[in-house]
């Protein structure tokens, strides 16, 4: 059974930073495209960033320069490194892993960013 659980979250100051984990059990994070997604309170899930088989990275022009998508195959965990965070960051964080076989989401992580 795949799994995937978020941690670190929390409430934060706008300018500070967050480091997201997501741990995986059942798979493993290298073999396919893995990525962070956020839904803020009345809007649709939204993709943040992500980090495919071959390591390449993309994310939303809203994140860019401030976030930073990683994977620790070691450890079986995806990262997302959050900097300079701002009060629009506020929702919560979903670790995802799609593959031909499955698309498999997280429980998700609340990140509250107060200005």
């Known amino acids: 059974q795949v799994q995937l659980v978020e941690s670190g979250g929390g409430l934060v100051q706008a300018g500070e930073s967050l480091r997201l984990s997501c741990a995986a059990s059942?798979?493993?994070?290298?073999?396919?495209?893995m990525g962070w997604y956020r839904q803020a309170p009345g809007k649709q899930r939204e993709l943040v960033a992500v980090?495919?088989?071959?390591?390449?990275?993309n994310y939303a022009d809203s994140v860019k320069g401030r976030f930073t998508i990683s994977r620790d195959s070691a450890k079986n965990t995806v990262y997302l490194q959050m900097n300079s965070l701002k009060p629009e960051d506020t929702a919560v964080y979903y670790c995802?892993?799609?593959?031909?076989?499955?698309?498999?989401w997280g429980q998700g992580t609340q990140v509250t960013v107060s200005s």
């Open positions: 059942g798979t493993i994070v290298s073999i396919t495209t």
């Open positions: 995802n892993q799609k593959s031909p076989l499955w698309d498999v």
């Open positions: 980090i495919t088989f071959g390591g390449r990275t």
